[in-house]
Each structure stands twice: as structure tokens, then as C-alpha cells.
T-cell receptor, first 114, second 112 residues
């Protein structure tokens, strides 16, 4: 158990809908990262937050947005969902924003868009 | 061309074999190199981390980085059925606000 929690575990929704994925980082970790994992694209970095502020952006679609709250939990909002958004979404956390060796991944949320 | 290339396998080996997993990359700015293990339906778990070039050993696992060839390797000695998983290489340029780029992952099966 990495100490990172994600809810929900599974999400089934329809095209055009909006969903929110939630992540609670390990106690004491200030950085939260979001990744998308699909069969054809592998693990793709979406976005990073550090202590409430956006720190880095990857291949995140404009339909997607994220935020990190004062209690350091983070939410990833996915809107106008398309079939191709079906994937595993992982959250990871680390104590700071600098070192890649300390990312701890959560169990993921499996999103299915029908 | 992808920034990080990794053969997806699958790679099947008998128990006790030495396993060699590899990745190549194109971005010479990468300085941090990681290997993650991902079991089915689980999140990736960090196995090894190396900064710049050189070797690093941890138990049965050895990570090698050759920056001149833009090539990294993970060796698993005395492989066990419990090593059956997908192994992802990852790398980043570091220095804050970094983006970690992952390989596609290699599926490994260790047969008892």
C-alpha cells in the first residue's frame, strides 16, 4: 500500500458527461501528479500540482482540468467525455516537486465511457 | 518517434533466469532514470532510480544507464514467478516542474 488513495475505483459513464476523480496524497507529500494509462498510449503524464499551485503540464486536454486544495487532496475533472477517454487514471504523490525518485502511485481509477 | 522506446514484449523466461529489460531514448536532457514495476490492476511501484550515468544495484536488481548511447537497462537476477509484471522505464530532465516520460512497458512472465 503506497499510502495514496483514489476514489472511485471504477467509473462508468456516457459520452458527453463530466466526472471528477479524487486523490489523497501520502501524509506529508506536497506534490500530486495525474497520469492517464491506456493500452495504445501507455502511461501519460497529465499535470502536476505542488502545494496548491500548478507546477507542470503534460499532454492534458483542454476538456480536462485539475486542482489541488488546501488540504492537499486533488481532483481531476474530465468533461465532454469521449470514448477515447476510457483509461486508467493514476494519481501519484511525492514530498516535493523536484525529485523523480519519490513518486508513489495510487491504485488508480478505471474510467469507462460508453 | 517517441521520446522513450521500450519493447512491449511479452517476455517469457524460466524461473532462475537473468532477465534483461531495456529502453532507448532521444532526449539528451534526461538526467533521472527510473524503473517501475506494475502488477495487473495496480499502480506502478518504483523499483530503481539512477541519476545520470552508471550502475546501481539493489538486491536482485541492477539498473544501468549509458547516456552516450541513450540506453538504459534493468537486470533481474534469479528471476522468480513473483517478478511477473509489467516493467516501465521512466525518465525526466528534473529541476522542478519536470515531466516524467514513461516507456510503454514490457510484460514479463517468469515460469515456475
Amino acid at each position: 500500500d503506497s499510502g495514496v488513495t483514489q476514489t472511485p475505483k471504477h467509473l462508468i459513464t456516457a459520452t458527453g458527461q463530466r466526472v471528477t476523480l479524487r486523490c489523497s496524497p501520502r501524509s506529508g507529500d506536497l506534490s500530486v501528479y495525474w497520469y492517464q494509462q491506456s493500452l495504445d498510449q501507455g502511461l501519460q503524464f497529465l499535470i502536476q500540482y505542488y502545494n496548491g499551485e500548478e507546477r507542470a503540464k503534460g499532454n492534458i486536454l483542454e476538456r480536462f482540468s485539475a486542482q489541488q486544495f488546501p488540504d492537499l487532496h486533488s481532483e481531476l475533472n474530465l468533461s465532454s467525455l469521449e470514448l477515447g477517454d476510457s483509461a486508467l487514471y493514476f494519481c501519484a504523490s511525492s514530498p516535493d516537486s523536484w525529485f523523480a525518485d519519490t513518486q508513489y502511485f495510487g491504485p488508480g481509477t478505471r474510467l469507462t465511457v460508453l | 518517434q517517441k521520446e522513450v522506446e521500450q519493447d512491449p514484449g511479452p517476455l517469457s523466461v524460466p524461473e532462475g533466469a537473468i532477465v534483461s529489460l531495456n529502453c532507448t531514448y532521444s532526449n539528451s536532457a534526461f538526467q533521472y532514470f527510473m524503473w517501475y514495476r506494475q502488477y495487473s490492476r495496480k499502480g506502478p511501484e518504483l523499483l530503481m532510480y539512477t541519476y545520470s550515468s552508471g550502475n546501481k544495484e539493489d538486491g536482485r536488481f541492477t539498473a544501468q544507464v549509458d547516456k552516450s548511447s541513450k540506453y538504459i537497462s534493468l537486470f533481474i537476477r534469479d528471476s522468480q514467478p513473483s517478478d511477473s509484471a509489467t516493467y516501465l522505464c521512466a525518465m525526466s530532465a528534473g529541476t522542478g516542474g519536470f515531466k516524467t516520460i514513461f516507456g510503454a512497458g514490457t510484460r514479463l512472465f517468469v515460469k515456475a
